[in-house]
């Protein structure tokens, strides 16, 4: 038989469409023609291809190949069909049995030797793959992003020899070695390393407990970093299916690092970071900043550095969860379900309100400095903490703050009070749930009356005051939302009363 079908994946975002290559066999001059929209990496695979062949000692027809990649109207692109068009090759030639195909997928780059080459997507691809009921044959390299989703519906090869061994009942294709959940955190920085700064370290607490995203003002030098750079080491695990959702975003840029399989991600892009750096983008859609810290954190150091226009990307997502790239050849959707934590300092020179009055700017450039971030923006974010300098005897002192594994212990306390309610942390309480679980006294109901009067806070401010509020009588392992948690709440408003 001339025509053989073999199956694979594409990668578009964090989904695997199933591809199917079609290759037939034809009399004629010798010819190698690939079809099927791809680009230039796929019609380079014929070089690769017909040297893994010819070095894995089979025979290469001397007839007119087509190759077809289906659906036609889906890009293709990198090495990844390699593997799948070789052995479409062999199968249309005779050389390795028909009947099994049907039964594998297989995704892999082959080089000039006949070896299988990693390739990126791997977790989307097995996922697809065993919601399918097919077994995934791919690269060794990726068999701990085959582990993730799909060990016991997967193959791991080194070579295409290998496969056809497989194929021909010869030999059999080990599995993946299934992966080992971490049962600590990895190595963050200690919290008990801050000195002081009770009030900022109540404000990370609170962050961590709920998701709330949280902003730290205040002169350079006070701790507004290595605050932020500790609170990886006081969030909970992810839990199984968040963690295939964050490991299948960073398989798609070659990042993914199995032993950290449960750990939330934590990015911290530099200030010159463009706008497509941190929503993604490109011509062939990539994700950025805000997806690869989905379900964990973004920290964005020196806010007002960062252009205006960049920061105003962020507005959509944090509201929606999710990052829709569109372009000419694509839509792609990817996740974006982070926790914002910023930092930035009081005016330009960075002392603005220090008591040593060393602040030589004028009103005008204050006001221009906090004009860079949009009233919407800081609207969004729940937690506004000023960060004061450390008076001398605290800097003397010796460090007697908890350490990062008692908080930490209070914070998935806090977390499970949550899942058991509603299923969701408290910064994405949304309609009824907020009425349901955030109800109030008739104290509470009227000082936060009085507060969005003088505030003039939004319906969303309003939202965001509930949730924290929430969050608080949670942590004070209170059912219900009283009038000592409102005030806390209102406490953390800061910059909506216009303080810089």
Not at 39 to 61: G, L, Q, Y
Not at 135 to 153: D, G, H, R, T
Not at 281 to 298: N, R
Not at 305 to 328: D, N, W
Request: some cysteine.
């Amino acid at each position: 038989m001339s025509l053989a079908v073999v199956l694979t994946r594409a990668q578009l975002g964090v989904t695997a469409p199933e591809v199917q290559v079609e290759v037939h066999l034809a009399n004629g001059l010798p010819a190698f023609t690939i079809v099927g929209l791809p680009e230039t990496a796929v019609k380079e695979s014929k070089d690769r291809v017909r040297s893994a062949i010819v070095n894995s000692h089979f025979e290469f027809p001397q007839r007119r190949i087509t190759v077809n990649l289906a659906p036609a109207d889906l890009p293709k692109q990198g090495g990844r069909y390699d593997l799948a068009i070789a052995l479409g090759i062999l199968g249309a030639s005779e050389q390795i049995p028909l009947t099994l195909l049907s039964d594998y997928e297989f995704v892999g780059e082959l080089a000039l030797t006949g070896a299988i080459r990693a390739i990126r997507g791997t977790i989307a691809s097995a996922k697809a793959c065993n919601q399918n009921n097919r077994q995934l044959i791919c690269p060794k390299q990726n068999q701990q992003e085959a582990a993730f989703c799909a060990p016991n519906n997967s193959y791991i090869a080194n070579s295409l020899l290998e496969v056809t061994a497989h194929l021909h009942q010869r030999e059999t294709l080990p599995r993946p070695e299934k992966l080992i959940a971490l049962d600590e955190p990895l190595s963050y920085p200690d919290l008990a390393d801050v000195k002081g700064q009770l009030q900022a370290r109540r404000a990370l607490e609170v962050a961590a407990c709920g998701g709330h995203n949280l902003l730290m003002f205040g002169p350079p030098g006070t701790g507004k970093s290595m605050l932020a750079a500790r609170l990886g080491g006081i969030l909970p695990p992810l839990e199984n299916d968040d963690a295939l959702d964050v490991a299948a975003i960073q398989s798609i840029i070659g990042h993914c690092k199995p032993n950290q399989w449960q750990q939330r991600p934590f990015r911290a892009p530099h200030h010159t970071a463009s706008a497509v750096a941190l929503v993604g983008g490109g011509s062939h859609p990539k994700p950025g900043e805000i997806s690869l810290a989905h379900k964990g954190v973004l920290f964005l150091d020196e806010l007002p550095e960062f252009p205006r226009t960049v920061l105003e990307v962020l507005r959509e997502p944090l509201e929606s969860g999710h990052i829709a790239i569109s372009r000419a050849n694509a839509q792609v959707e990817y996740p974006a379900q982070f926790q914002l934590i910023a930092a930035m300092n009081p005016c330009p020179c960075g002392f603005f309100g220090d008591k040593s009055q060393r602040c030589r700017c004028s009103p005008q450039q204050v006001a221009r400095y906090k004009q860079k971030i949009s009233g919407p923006l800081l609207d969004r974010i729940d937690l506004h903490v000023p960060v004061t300098p450390l008076p001398i005897s605290d800097l003397q002192s010796k460090p007697q703050g908890e350490p990062s594994h008692t908080v930490r212990a209070r914070v998935i306390a806090c977390r499970k009070i949550q899942n058991d309610r509603q299923g969701s942390p408290n910064s994405q309480l949304k309609g009824m749930e907020l009425h349901d679980y955030c109800a109030l006294s008739k104290e509470g109901e009227r000082l936060l009356e009085r507060a969005v009067e003088q505030l003039n806070m939004s319906a969303r401010g309003y939202d965001r005051i509930l949730r924290v509020a929430r969050t608080l009588a949670d942590m004070a392992q209170s059912a219900h939302v009283d009038i000592n948690h409102i005030s806390e709440a209102l406490a953390y408003r800061g910059l909506d009363r216009g303080n810089p």
